[in-house]
């Protein structure tokens, strides 16, 4: 069985929330909407304190090329234009929408029918999907149309459907796979036909076999369409480990892109929504979210308007378990601390991961006792034990030497320690200065010119 060769572990999955169907929660009374939902540049507001919106009424615009629209999720009045907190506790400029009823817009097709055909060219599907705000739902939270948008000199020969879902806890995707198999490859197949390639791959591990069943029947139909069972090892759903693992070419260090060896990367959520922009005009105004933690009384997979408070999903899990606890946006292994739970369900949100009792809290570090195994489970072939060591001292060229930038924060390294140093977040606050400095070379260098 396929998986890619290079590092990676095996942590203890606890998909508790794997068998839980996808329910549709509850419409919240006030929504909040970040206008950066997305990397790249802020959205800007186009309408005003006052206005009456509907959903999937577009309420920001994209501010330039690598941007992404925002759209109403509940219908009612804006109430404020103003900066709110987000889970780490930062102000982000957002739009207030307080709900008063569920209009929406009325070029939205809300049936259950599955659509098969489309007449659009690739250049209108990409253009759908602009503006309907589409980006990366597995967390990266890149604009998708601007990742179908192939520079010069590239071409792509196939699009990979990322199922792997390899962080512990999390099943959204699965869950997506499982109920919604039909419309994640029509989605895929909408992909293909954007980029004018005729072979899609999609790669789920062997741990979710309802979810392979259900997209290998569906697929049967399209010979393109491989379904490609993945061996389990985190982080297979890394994009360069998926394309290691499903076609055996290796993308090269930064700033090499997946579309260097021929692949264009989409979640599996993100596919579903780049089917309900194309084939049913709606934007992306919701998603689905695990909420899940061994001390929650009910896991859940549940289907969120954007916007919704963080809390309101935790209560309905069952609410936060006595004692310590931390509380993830996204899984244990990638996912950031909140500190505000209030915050609200964004795009990139796939999972909210509750950690509690002696998982909530980090073990002493100790002297590092030189036993490499840090170097054998990156999945990047780095060093993390020299680069975290190069952050404390601030040794910025050694750390650009040594290929900082190729570490892709999968916490591979710190979760395999035995000494319980904080590697990740060392080689975070690394990577984050020396592409920093990348990016202000690059600028001097174009002020010259």
Aim: glycine letters at 10%; charged letters at 20%; hydrophobic letters at 40%.
């Amino acid at each position: 069985m396929k998986t890619f060769r290079k590092g990676g572990i095996h942590p203890s999955e606890n998909k508790l929330s794997a068998g839980a169907a996808i329910e549709e929660f509850a419409l919240p009374d006030v929504v909040v909407l970040p206008l950066s939902q997305h990397i790249g540049a802020p959205a800007t507001p186009v309408v005003a304190v006052g206005d009456h919106v509907v959903v999937g009424q577009l309420v920001a615009e994209a501010t330039g090329f690598v941007s992404a629209r925002v759209h109403a999720s509940v219908s009612g009045t804006v109430v404020a234009i103003e900066p709110r907190l987000n889970p780490q506790g930062i102000k982000q400029p957002a739009i207030v929408i307080r709900r008063e009823e569920d209009q929406w817009a009325p070029e939205i097709d809300r049936s259950q029918r599955v659509v098969t055909e489309c007449v659009l060219s690739g250049a209108e599907i990409i253009e759908k999907i602009r503006r309907a705000g589409i980006v990366g739902l597995g967390g990266a939270t890149f604009p998708t149309h601007v990742k179908l948008t192939i520079p010069a000199g590239r071409k792509a020969e196939f699009v990979i459907v990322n199922g792997a879902e390899c962080e512990p806890y999390l099943t959204s995707d699965q869950r997506v796979m499982t109920e919604r198999s039909g419309e994640v490859v029509e989605g895929a197949r909408l992909l293909a036909k954007a980029l004018g390639v005729t072979r899609v791959l999609i790669g789920i591990e062997n741990n979710k076999p309802e979810a392979i069943a259900r997209m290998t029947e569906a697929a049967a139909r399209y010979p393109e369409i491989e379904v490609v069972p993945l061996r389990m090892k985190y982080p297979q759903g890394g994009e360069k480990q998926l394309i290691a693992a499903l076609t055996g070419r290796e993308v090269p260090p930064p700033p090499a892109l997946p579309i260097d060896v021929g692949a264009v990367v989409s979640n599996a959520s993100t596919v579903l929504a780049v089917y309900e922009a194309v084939q049913k005009d709606k934007p992306l105004v919701e998603r689905v979210v695990t909420v899940t933690g061994k001390g929650l009384k009910e896991p859940k997979n549940l289907l969120v308007r954007l916007g919704t408070p963080m809390s309101a999903l935790i209560e309905v899990a069952g609410g936060l378990p006595e004692g310590d606890c931390k509380v993830l946006g996204g899984g244990p292994m990638m996912g950031r601390a909140m500190i505000q739970l209030d915050a609200p369900v964004t795009k990139g949100c796939s999972g909210i991961t509750v950690l509690s009792g002696a998982d909530a809290s980090r073990q002493p570090a100790q002297t590092c006792i030189k036993c490499a195994k840090c170097v054998a489970a990156c999945p990047m072939g780095l060093e993390p034990y020299l680069l975290s060591k190069g952050a404390q001292r601030q040794k910025w060229e050694a750390l650009e030497a040594g290929d900082v930038t190729s570490c892709i924060e999968c916490g591979c390294c710190q979760a395999t320690c035995p000494a319980h140093l904080p590697l990740l977040d060392w080689i975070r606050l690394g990577k984050q200065t020396v592409s920093g400095m990348i990016r202000a070379r690059a600028m001097a260098q174009t002020s010259r010119k």
